[in-house]
């Protein structure tokens, strides 16, 4: 009922830049926080970045003054710049959402993924 769907990733160069989207769709009636995390084999999931209301955002220490989230205008996909990109950056960048449905209920959907690879 409710899908993200994330693309954008690929291999880039030490100092590169990549820009990731995620397009939401389904029966959502408020889509209010949209976010980026990522996970590297053998570690934890860890928060990237997250946008609230179009305009309040949070990012990790570790990406703060590199990446950059925003959120269209339809207020249906979600984007993430990625400039001056690291190794450490590599992993499988997930899209989530937390949404209000037609139903009045709330959900927290996630993305499948897509591989961001920063080769040294």
Known sequence: QVQLVESGGGLVQPGGSLRLSCAASGRILVTNRMG???????????????ITNGK?????????GRFTISRDNAKTTVYLQMNSLKPVDTAVYYCNAG???????????W?????????S
């Open 36 to 50: 980026w995390y990522r996970q590297a084999p053998g570690k934890e999931r860890e928060l990237v970045a997250t």
């Open 99 to 109: 949404v209000i449905t037609v139903r009045h209920e709330y959900l927290e959907v």
């Open 111 to 119: 993305g499948q993924g897509t591989l961001v690879t920063v080769s």
């Open 56 to 64: 309040s955002t949070n990012y990790a220490d570790s990406v703060k």
